[in-house]
């Protein structure tokens, strides 16, 4: 039947291991690295794969990029750096409910651009849930305004999620295309968001502003802000701030070095980690051990080697072809088919799993005669938008219930959750193929 398809055993072989190891770890989280580590162990002794292969394929400049951010987040928390900015976000005059609302979101959506989803939410969550129990009202419209938003934010630049620098490392990208591209897409569906949610927490909003009127905010404010910046802090802010100048200008200065692309880019949280590990000897243990998450990581790269087998055997030649035929080879109904696929596919599936599994895809349809580019963003604001369709869409969703369940004892039902979320889900993902089929920006 396989050959009727079009694969070969090889082919087949590949491809069942990849959908086992996905399967597995969708029904069986716990065990997901076992389920890699058997995977890659038979396609290396079945010869469906060699070592040289495996290890090319195993991104492992992804992986040293995410471990460097990973220390400097590390760095960020000792420091105190997210609940000084949260504090300092905060500190509002005259504060309406609807102040409230928008500065929710915005917060939410540049820290997760800025540093990432997860550890965005911690610290947005934990305001929210101070604010929330000043006020004596329910924070759980609240915490999913800000998971939304957090979800929406993180589609803006290469750092905000772990897909972006996937994507960016695979297709060629720079910080300045996310930032030309993919920033003001996002900004746009943030707004259209906060209108949604204003008239979706219509009742919220009003039952905040009445006790606004009856508590008053300055004494909140006043303890919100009281953090002070220390000599610890500046310092923290001085190579964190430099870290971000050379990656946004990355592209820039491997232009003017002759770097190879990317350079930059993927070598400064390692040089930045390096500086962390020197200034913070005494602690650097405590990074490398509790601050990188190798769990993750190994997960992450024997996935994506598992992926390259993929490409390896010419399985996802086969399937790009399969898939240019069901869009009746048109870049449009690529671009939709795309953008669907990976929003319904992250909402239920973590989507750094299911971009792995598109992106060798995606590269095989330059052999059918498509222009790459608006399928590689079709992917990223599938798989970052899709992710506020269910409770489980991304791991900020999860996180931040589970911060919700743990400090309020408060659990989320399905529907509560869902609604909103594939009503934000739908609007930013068709906002978002409107841009890319119609703005001649994504094609170039």
Same mark, same amino acid.
């Given at each position: ?6 694969? +070969? ?5 590949a ?13 069986f ?8 580590f ?5 396609l290396? &002794? *079945?010869?469906t794969?060699?070592? =040289?292969? &495996? ?21 960020? %928390? ?11 976000? !905060? ?6 409910a609807?102040?409230?609302l928008?500065? /929710? ?10 540093t990432?989803?997860?550890?965005s ?7 929210i ?7 004596e ?16 934010g ?7 999620? @772990?897909?972006?620098i ?7 990208? *720079?910080?300045?295309d ?9 900004a ?6 906060i209108f ?6 219509h009742?919220?909003l009003?039952?905040?502003?009445? %006790?606004?009127k ?6 909140m404010?006043? %303890?919100? /802000?009281?953090? @002070?910046?220390? %000599? ?12 971000l100048?050379?990656?946004?200008m ?5 232009l003017? !070095?002759?770097l =190879? ?5 993927l070598?400064? @949280? ?7 590990l ?12 509790k601050?990188? =998450? ?13 992926a ?13 072809a ?5 869009a009746g080879? +048109?870049q449009?109904? !690529?671009?939709?088919?795309i953008?669907s696929?990976s929003?319904?596919?992250s ?10 599994a598109f992106? @060798? ?5 330059k052999g059918v005669g498509f222009?790459?580019?608006?399928f ?7 798989g ?6 269910t ?6 969703? /999860?996180?931040?219930l ?13 529907f509560r ?8 889900? /739908?609007?930013?993902v ?15």
């Open positions: 039947m396989s050959r009727n398809i079009g694969f +070969n055993n090889h082919q087949v072989l491809l069942s291991i990849f959908l086992m190891s996905i399967l597995g770890t969708l029904f989280w716990s065990f997901r690295l076992a389920f890699v058997l995977g890659s162990s038979v290396l &002794l *079945t010869g794969i060699n070592f =040289e292969s &495996l290890i090319k394929s195993a991104s492992l400049d992804v992986i040293l990029f995410l471990m460097g951010m990973m220390v400097a987040m590390g760095l960020l %928390k000792d420091a105190g750096l997210f609940a000084w900015i949260v504090s300092l976000m !905060l500190r509002i005059k005259n504060l309406t609807n102040k409230f928008i500065v /929710i979101c915005f917060i939410s959506a540049l820290l997760s651009a800025v990432s989803e997860v550890v939410i911690i610290f947005v969550v934990a305001a849930l101070e604010i929330c129990d000043y006020f009202v329910d924070p759980v419209p609240f915490i999913i305004i800000s998971v939304l938003a957090t979800n929406i993180s589609a803006a630049t290469v750092l905000g999620n @772990p897909i972006g996937l994507i960016a490392t695979k297709a060629g990208l *720079t910080f300045e996310f930032i030309l591209k993919a920033f003001p897409l996002s746009l569906c943030l707004i259209s968001i949604l949610v204003k008239v979706w927490y009742k919220t009003i039952q905040l502003g009445e %006790k606004i009856e508590f008053g905010a300055n004494e404010l006043i %303890k919100l /802000i009281s953090i @002070p910046i220390e %000599k610890q802090l500046k310092i923290a802010l001085w190579i964190f701030g430099s870290t100048f050379f990656i946004a990355h592209h820039r200065f491997e003017l !070095l002759n =190879e692309d990317n350079t930059i880019l070598t400064m @949280p390692l040089f930045s980690a390096g500086c962390i020197l200034w913070k000897w005494r602690k650097a243990r405590e990074f490398i051990e601050d990188v =998450e190798w769990w993750t990581l190994l997960f992450f790269m024997l996935l994506f080697a598992q390259g087998a993929l490409s390896f055997t010419g399985a996802t030649d086969v399937v790009a399969s898939f240019a035929r069901a080879h +048109n449009s109904g !690529l671009i939709v088919l953008i696929a929003a319904l596919g909402s239920i599936l973590d989507n750094v799993v299911l971009v792995t992106i @060798p895809v995606i590269k095989s349809l222009n790459l580019q608006p590689w963003w079709a992917l990223l604001f599938g970052c938008f899709g992710g506020n369709i409770l489980v869409g991304s791991t900020a969703n /999860i996180v931040a589970g911060i919700l369940e743990k400090e309020r004892n408060i659990k989320l039902s399905f959750w869902f609604w909103i979320g594939l009503t934000v889900g /739908i609007i930013s068709v906002l978002a193929a409107f841009a890319l089929i119609f703005l001649p920006l994504y094609h170039a």
